[in-house]
Antibody
Framework: QVQLVESGGGVVQPGRSLRLSCAAS????????MHWVRQAPGKGLEWVAV????????YYADSVKGRFTISRDNSKNTLYLQMNSLRAEDTAVYYC????????????????WGQGTLVTVSS | EIVLTQSPATLSLSPGERATLSCGAS???????LAWYQQKPGLAPRLLIY???SRATGIPDRFSGSGSGTDFTLTISRLEPEDFAVYYC??????????FGQGTKVEIK
């Protein structure tokens, strides 16, 4: 079955960097677009970024554009989120999520989710 | 960017009752590209409905979605104890960015 396992979260000071990983299994990773979605404590869901199945296209929320970079290594079945210049408002649980579309433009809804990893930005 | 507004914020009902959750969009959602998710405390969201009315794999038929344009509804025909949770709508007809509503909490009365 589809499994997505995030890692790399923790406590980081404002202005510093952190890289999240999402290990995928149970499906052909290289055939699916992948997303990062975050949820601040006690708040709703916010889409962060998407990367196409082959890595050819990437899109970001305005709130993270220029600071975060989504990438993937299809040989390792792993999705990444490089987060630079972190701010207090980036504090959230970060989920990786699989798109339902196969080897095509992402549908941009979220068929499968990981358990999330908590990022806390605080001095 | 399409803004989604969910109502009510909280719905207090008893097991066995019918739940009707609303999601309104600031502009028409093309091709009814709207999804619903359920989230329980401490857990990741779970996809319930996509394309406004299609149930995701393994979702019980007491969950149904309807609507088009700017008005969408999630109905739970008879609430089971495990259905008490927060529900989010999300549009993907005009994306990126895909956007979420702020959520409706269904609580036990």
């Amino acid at each position: 079955q589809v499994q997505l396992v995030e890692s790399g979260g923790g406590v980081v000071q404002p202005g510093r960097s952190l890289r999240l990983s999402c290990a995928a299994s149970g499906f052909t990773f290289s055939s699916y677009g992948m997303h990062w979605v975050r949820q601040a404590p006690g708040k709703g869901l916010e889409w962060v970024a998407v990367i196409w199945y082959d890595g050819s296209n990437k899109y970001y929320a305005d709130s993270v554009k220029g600071r975060f970079t989504i990438s993937r290594d299809n040989s390792k079945n792993t999705l990444y989120l490089q987060m630079n210049s972190l701010r207090a408002e980036d504090t959230a649980v970060y989920y990786c999520a699989r798109d339902p579309s196969i080897a095509a433009h992402p549908a941009e809804y979220f068929q499968h989710w990981g358990q999330g990893t908590l990022v806390t930005v605080s001095s | 960017e399409i803004v989604l507004t969910q109502s009510p914020a909280t719905l207090s009902l008893s097991p066995g009752e019918r739940a009707t959750l609303s999601c309104g969009a600031s502009q028409s959602v093309s091709s009814s590209y709207l999804a619903w998710y359920q989230q329980k405390p401490g857990l990741a969201p779970r996809l319930l409905i996509y394309d406004a009315s299609s149930r995701a794999t393994g979702i019980p038929d007491r969950f149904s979605g309807s609507g088009s344009g700017t008005d969408f509804t999630l109905t739970i025909s008879r609430l089971e104890p495990e259905d008490f949770a927060v529900y989010y709508c999300q549009q993907y007809g005009s994306s990126p960015p895909p956007t979420f509503g702020q959520g409706t909490k269904v609580e036990i009365k």
